[in-house]
């Protein structure tokens, strides 16, 4: 089964500065979509960004980017000048792309906090 | 638009007791999941509707839980008799697209079995 990891439960990050949040999967399938989601307190999760395992290019939103690594099987979010709006929990998420391959795997999730 | 509501937001219940959580989705997506979340721990799938069949119920825990979603609407899911380990945050989440990726999720709705 295909696992993700988050290895920071928690991050901070001053207002205006750049935080990564990183995260790790293990997967034996080469066709596959890697997510962002939060989910600022008390509220629903959200996507954040979106990134197809067969393209090379990085994904950016905005103010978020990502750092798809995928033979080292990595997916790091940037989020710039970072807002006080951005202080949430941060779910990084794998979906398999093959047939029957509805099975969303998420991580522990990060806890991001924003300094003013 | 209305997005996916989840009832209750929290419920406290003695071991042994029964509980049922409602789901309503965005209307029109015909994929409803259920996830659950253990303090600390990772979200975990429990299973997959789409319209009102289960495509994938491989993450149901047992047999004390049991889902269903009538019609092809809104979803419940069920656990009888409530053990402590089932406390948790009950997430649902549809979608129209699964292209997409995008999930829209319900806040959650929160068990504790005491």
């Known amino acids: 089964a295909q696992t993700v990891t988050q290895s920071q439960p928690e991050m901070s990050v001053q207002e205006a500065e750049t935080v990564t949040l990183s995260c790790t999967y293990d997967?034996?399938?080469?066709?596959?979509?890697l997510f962002w989601y939060k989910q600022p307190p008390s509220r629903q999760m959200i996507l954040v960004i979106r990134?197809?395992?067969?393209?090379?290019q990085n994904a950016t939103e905005n103010r978020f980017s990502v750092n798809f690594q995928k033979a080292a099987k990595s997916f790091s979010l940037k989020i710039s000048d970072s807002q006080l709006g951005d202080a949430a929990m941060y779910f990084c998420?794998?979906?398999?792309?093959?047939?029957?391959?509805?099975?969303?795997?998420f991580g522990t999730g990060t806890s991001l906090t924003v300094i003013p | 638009e209305a997005g996916v509501t989840q009832f209750p937001s929290h419920s406290v219940i003695e071991k042994g007791q029964t509980v049922t959580l409602r789901c309503d989705p965005i209307s029109g997506h015909d994929n409803l999941y259920w996830y659950r979340r253990v303090m600390g721990k990772e979200i975990k799938f429990l299973l997959h509707f789409v319209k009102e069949s289960k495509q994938d119920e491989s993450g149901m825990p047992n047999n004390r839980f049991l889902a269903e979603r009538t019609g092809g609407t809104y979803s419940t899911l069920k656990v009888q008799p409530a053990e402590l380990e089932d406390s948790g945050v009950y997430f649902c989440?549809?979608?129209?697209?699964?292209?997409?990726?995008?999930?829209?999720f319900g806040e959650g709705s929160r068990l504790t079995v005491l």
């Open positions: 990134q197809e395992a067969y393209k090379q």
């Open positions: 998420a794998y979906r398999s792309d093959q047939k029957g391959g509805n099975q969303f795997y």
């Open positions: 989440a549809s979608s129209q697209d699964l292209n997409t990726g995008e999930l829209f």
């Open positions: 997967t034996s399938e080469s066709d596959y979509y």
